[in-house]
Structure formats: structure tokens, C-alpha cells
């Protein structure tokens, strides 16, 4: 049980941690009063669009690349 709760944690912190390197959200502070105030979580859609749509081009690049070995090793087969 306690080992489960780890790995939800390591998660967790894994993707909070990616989520600030990639700009997706972020935590801003209030106003310098008498407490400090951290304002809630603002989510960026813009940017995780952005970078689902280039995680997306990635991989279609990726499977050309790989469809293009596999008819060069065809060929090669053929011949």
C-alpha cells in the first residue's frame, strides 16, 4: 500500500515537475500585504496545445521515417 502511494507521488511530482519545464502552468503570488497569498493554478491551453500538436508532428515524422525503411528494405529484398 505505502509503495502505491509512492509511485502516485513520484507521478505526480513528475508531472508537475514537466508541466513547469514546459510552461503549461504556473503559480503567481498575491499582492506584498500583511500574509503572502499564492493565487490558484492557472492552466495555459495555448501552450499545451502547442506542444501536443508538436509531440503529434513528431510522431507522424517518426512512422514516415519508419515506413519509408521498410519499403527501402523491401526493395532491397526484392532485388
Given at each position: 500500500m505505502i509503495r502505491m502511494f509512492l509511485v502516485l507521488a513520484l507521478i505526480?511530482?513528475?508531472v508537475v515537475g514537466l508541466g513547469?519545464?514546459?510552461?503549461w502552468f504556473h503559480f503567481s503570488l498575491g499582492s506584498a500585504t500583511t500574509r503572502m497569498r499564492i493565487s490558484p493554478c492557472q492552466w495555459t491551453r495555448t501552450k499545451s496545445k502547442r506542444t501536443r500538436n508538436k509531440a503529434v508532428d513528431k510522431v507522424q515524422d517518426l512512422g514516415q521515417q519508419a515506413k519509408d525503411e521498410v519499403a527501402t528494405t523491401i526493395?532491397?529484398?526484392q532485388e
Amino acid at each position: 500500500m505505502i509503495r502505491m502511494f509512492l509511485v502516485l507521488a513520484l507521478i505526480v511530482a513528475g508531472v508537475v515537475g514537466l508541466g513547469f519545464c514546459m510552461g503549461w502552468f504556473h503559480f503567481s503570488l498575491g499582492s506584498a500585504t500583511t500574509r503572502m497569498r499564492i493565487s490558484p493554478c492557472q492552466w495555459t491551453r495555448t501552450k499545451s496545445k502547442r506542444t501536443r500538436n508538436k509531440a503529434v508532428d513528431k510522431v507522424q515524422d517518426l512512422g514516415q521515417q519508419a515506413k519509408d525503411e521498410v519499403a527501402t528494405t523491401i526493395q532491397k529484398a526484392q532485388e
